[in-house]
């Protein structure tokens, strides 16, 4: 049983235009989230992150937004930009120290000049 | 400064064999993360080690083990292959105690195929 969901695959976006990325969890014990991006052949790299104890993160271009009660959280990039087209992974942790993440199958964004 | 380093990038192995990958972690940084990625099930975790003492442990089977050494390189061990443990191995390395809260780098990873 998946803990952490990606539903959509994959998104295209046209250059310019904002990509909302989505991610549900169904483990109330989650309390730290992140997201990574992954080009293919490379492995993946950090992008953001938030705590439960926050409902909004924001980092240049990308912003979490952390919706507890719903167990939802999705990631907004504005300006989409060609660069950004790669794999995105959310991942959540339940409180301990340590990277003992749950990651979400990932979803595929193309971004379109 | 250097980042995570796998190795090798690429392997074949035969079922029943074992295999050992290495992970060499940025320099200063005490965490290692082991992860499995395969097109089923994604990426899921195997351990973390942090000063050559195991932290965390993924719902795996025994074959798989690791150990980190005094200079926080690691290595991961897979005895008795099967074919469904081809898979990208990727390492990741963290600096701190708490590295919950902090990003981890991950290397490039290693390619495994088990025929």
């Known amino acids: 049983d998946q803990q952490v969901k990606q539903n959509s695959p994959s998104l295209s976006v046209q250059e310019g235009r904002i990509s909302i990325l989505n991610c549900d969890y169904t483990n109330s014990m989650f309390d730290y989230f992140l997201w990574y991006k992954k080009y293919p052949a490379e492995g993946p790299t950090f992008l953001i992150s938030i705590s439960s104890i926050k409902d909004k993160n924001e980092d240049g271009r990308f912003t979490v937004f952390l919706n507890k009660s719903a167990k939802h959280l999705s990631l907004h990039i504005v300006p989409s930009q060609p660069g950004d087209s790669a794999v995105y992974f959310c991942a959540a942790s339940a409180g301990n120290y340590g990277q003992n993440f749950v990651f979400g199958p990932g979803t595929r964004l193309s971004v379109l000049p | 400064k250097a980042g995570v380093t796998q190795t090798p990038r690429y392997l074949i192995k035969t079922r029943g064999q074992q295999v050992t990958l290495s992970c060499s972690p940025i320099?200063?940084?005490?965490?290692v993360s082991w992860y499995q990625q395969t097109p089923g099930q994604g990426l899921q975790f195997l351990f973390e080690y942090f000063s050559e003492t195991q932290r965390n442990k993924g719902n795996f089977p025994g074959r798989f083990s690791g150990r980190q050494f005094s200079n926080s390189r690691s290595e991961m061990n897979v005895s008795t292959l099967e074919l469904g443990d081809s898979a990208l191995y990727l390492c990741a390395s963290s600096p701190g105690a708490d590295t919950r809260n902090t990003e981890a780098f991950f290397g490039q990873g290693t390619r495994l195929t088990v025929v």
């Open positions: 320099s200063g940084h005490r965490s």
